[in-house]
């Protein structure tokens, strides 16, 4: 599927849209309050289809899925993705948000970016200059503990993917957020999320 969205307050100059490519079951939600919350309604009827006797399950994620989307919203997230793959029966959770970072890193100077991500990160976090097609980015790969599992007792983590796209011609950044919880295919995850990161293009304002 391809995408793309306006970076918004870009600077003159600057690229005022971008397109990268995701799995066909990845579901956008646009993060504009009403948008978003027709894409939220919308996805929770289609994930409870033919299913009419758990209405407060229904309700609680769409709660929940609100509340992940305002959460980005306000951290200045333009779009979010929620990967409605499965394997067999089993779905493969994942999710992509994309935050338009006004300033704060240089993004003159990528290494100091790279160095300050991996001080800063509470949950150690590895940071590296990277090129991608698009441009040199920085990448961040961490993990965080989730709690342990009721059954087996065994500590669950996520891992999550960071990319930080300087957004040529400006001192804005682009903030590609790839996470999943399933730690028991979280190489396998990171590989797609990279293929996703590597098919990222800038368009429009710029050459």
Request: hydrophobic residues 40%.
């Amino acid at each position: 599927m391809t995408t793309s969205q306006q970076p918004q307050e870009a600077q003159t100059g600057a690229p005022d849209d971008y397109r990268l490519l995701l799995p066909e079951d990845w579901y956008r939600i646009p993060l504009e309050p009403e948008r978003c919350i027709r894409s939220v309604d919308a996805l929770v009827e289609r994930q409870f289809k033919g299913v009419d006797d758990a209405p407060h399950v229904k309700k609680r994620v769409r709660d929940e899925l609100l509340d992940q989307a305002d959460k980005a919203i306000a951290n200045g997230g333009v779009e979010m993705y929620l990967s409605l793959m499965k394997v067999g029966p089993i779905p493969v959770s994942a999710s992509l948000v994309i935050t338009f970072i006004g300033s704060g890193p240089d993004a003159g100077d990528l290494e100091s970016v790279a160095a300050d991500i991996q001080h800063a990160s509470t949950d150690g976090a590895k940071a590296t200059v990277v090129e991608l097609p698009c441009g040199p980015a920085v990448r961040a790969r961490s993990s965080a503990e989730m709690g342990r599992d009721e059954t087996s007792g065994e500590v669950l983590s996520s891992a999550a993917v960071d990319y930080y796209l300087p957004i040529p011609h400006s001192e804005a950044f682009l903030l590609l957020s790839f996470s999943t919880p399933l730690e028991a295919i979280a190489e396998a995850m990171v590989r797609l999320f990279d293929a996703v990161a590597t098919s990222f293009a800038w368009q429009g304002g710029y050459a």
